[in-house]
T-cell receptor, first 115, second 115 residues
């Protein structure tokens, strides 16, 4: 079975440019998460969707970040305009159920470098 | 609030040695779930185990074993007869009942297994 699929795997962009990261969750999973990993802050939850609806976006750093989930099989995380401090690995993850404690499966990550 | 502490930031062992990775957690929830993930050098996050707070039985899977002790709020991970392929960063994570499916990660322990 296909896991969580993210694209692009690697992106290098210039400061000020718009960046769009894409995610396809595991089929049948109805919860989707965006995490960011940096050396300084470790793994942080940015936003959590359930049944395509954002449930908790308290981790989104600022208005430059936005996330959408137009349907059950696709989500985007957009950064506009990008800044060097946004350089990180961005993970998309998915799980079944809305309750608590379900196992979350991660994609391979999108490695973003903003120069 | 939830918190996960992995006090060991880096461990180095020689192949075939046993190694234990420590994880201590804090939560106010009486029902919660604990996880371990592996992040190999290639960067993806691989799910290893999920445990709920009502199941304190130790778990063994091949060379891997986990020791869950509610009395000390710990969920330690032991690798027996370590191999070079075990070299990775290992993350412990917590999901409290009231946190839905959202995971709080520890800072990770980097394990280096030398031949």
């Amino acid at each position: 079975d296909a896991g969580v699929i993210q694209s692009p795997r690697h992106e290098v962009t210039e400061m000020g440019q718009e960046v769009t990261l894409r995610c396809k969750p595991i089929s049948g999973h109805n919860s989707l998460f965006w995490y960011r990993q940096t050396m300084m802050r470790g793994l942080e939850l940015l936003i959590y969707f359930n049944n395509n609806v954002p449930i908790d976006d308290s981790g989104m750093p600022e208005d430059r970040f936005s996330a959408k989930m137009p349907n059950a099989s696709f989500s985007t995380l957009k950064i506009q305009p990008s800044e060097p401090r946004d350089s990180a690995v961005y993970f998309c993850a998915s799980s079944t159920g809305q309750g608590s404690g379900n196992t979350i499966y991660f994609g391979e990550g999108s490695w973003l470098t903003v120069v | 609030a939830q918190k996960v502490t992995q006090a060991q930031t880096e461990i180095s062992v020689v192949e075939k040695e046993d190694v234990t990775l420590d994880c201590v957690y804090e939560t106010r929830d009486t029902t919660y779930y604990l996880f371990w993930y592996k992040q190999p050098p290639s960067g993806e996050l691989v799910f290893l185990i999920r445990r709920n707070s009502f199941d304190e039985q130790n778990e063994i899977s091949g060379r891997y074993s986990w020791n869950f002790q509610k009395s000390t709020s710990s969920f330690n991970f032991t690798i027996t007869a370590s191999q070079v392929v075990d070299s990775a960063v290992y993350f412990c994570a917590l999901s409290g009942y009231n946190a839905g499916n959202m995971l709080t990660f520890g800072g990770g322990t980097r394990l280096m297994v030398k031949p």
